[in-house]
Nanobody, 116 residues
Framework: QVQLVESGGGLVRPGGSLTLSCAAS????????MGWHRQAPGKERELVAM???????NYADSAKGRFTISRAHDKNTVYLQMNSLKPEDTAVYYC??????????WGQGTQVTVSS
């Protein structure tokens, strides 16, 4: 059974930085794309960033220039480095991973709160 476990969330001041990590319970070699979504209160879950097994990245417009997604060489862990955080970045951030046969897995989420 696949599990994705997020960590690194917390409270940060506006303009601050935070790095999230997501570790898969099995080899990430079985996954194609991995990434991060977020859901703010009262809003739909939205894509933040994703990265393929080959290292191709994609970012939401709101994340470009501030966030960086990366993946460990063993493909089991994905990271999201977040800089210049804004209050509107406040949300629950969910790790996701897609298998080569199209099965999508989700983590339980980690809370990121940007507040002064």
């Amino acid at each position: 059974q696949v599990q994705l476990v997020e960590s690194g969330g917390g409270l940060v001041r506006p303009g601050g930085s935070l790095t999230l990590s997501c570790a898969a319970s099995r080899s990430g070699a079985g996954f194609d794309a991995m990434g991060w979504h977020r859901q703010a209160p009262g809003k739909e879950r939205e894509l933040v960033a994703m990265i393929t097994r080959g290292g191709i990245t994609n970012y939401a417009d709101s994340a470009k220039g501030r966030f960086t997604i990366s993946r460990a060489h063993d493909k089991n862990t994905v990271y999201l480095q977040m800089n210049s955080l804004k209050p509107e970045d406040t949300a629950v951030y969910y790790c996701n991973a897609e298998s080569m046969i199209g099965v999508l897995f989700w983590g339980q989420g980690t809370q990121v709160t940007v507040s002064s």
